[in-house]
Nanobody, 126 residues
């Protein structure tokens, strides 16, 4: 399976913004749930946000109101708009496809996602 390719990471100060992009080379892209995950040094990878084929979204509590996930099915792309960034958002961010027509209630369940790309680094300084 071809890997997703993430981009858009960088270094910002607290309160700054970044927009992550991800190209997912998957046939029938629009059928699949898509998710953004992150992994900080010494920690396990955690779900951040997910979007279903029907455009329903889910977020972890710590990013609600600050992050927005979206998708462009015509371009096989998924995005993560990140605002009001905090030092605790520092991590490597990954996107991945999930199941086809997945239940939106499972959007933050990591077990359905893969393959994984190389990620893009986000560093937020105080």
């Amino acid at each position: 399976q071809a890997q997703p390719a993430e981009s858009g990471g960088g270094s910002v100060q607290t309160g700054g913004s970044l927009r992550l992009s991800c190209v997912v080379p998957k046939p029938k892209f629009s059928w699949y749930c898509m998710g953004w995950f992150r992994q900080a040094p010494g920690k396990e990878r955690e779900a951040v946000a997910g979007i279903s084929a029907g455009q329903e979204t889910r977020y972890i509590d710590s990013v609600k109101g600050r992050f927005t996930i979206s998708r462009d099915n015509a371009k096989n792309m998924v995005f993560l708009e990140m605002n009001t960034l905090k030092p605790e958002d520092t991590a490597t961010y990954y996107c991945a496809p999930g199941g086809d027509f997945c239940d939106p209630r499972t959007l933050l369940a990591a077990s359905q996602y893969g393959p994984w790309g190389r990620g893009t680094q986000v560093t937020v300084s105080s």
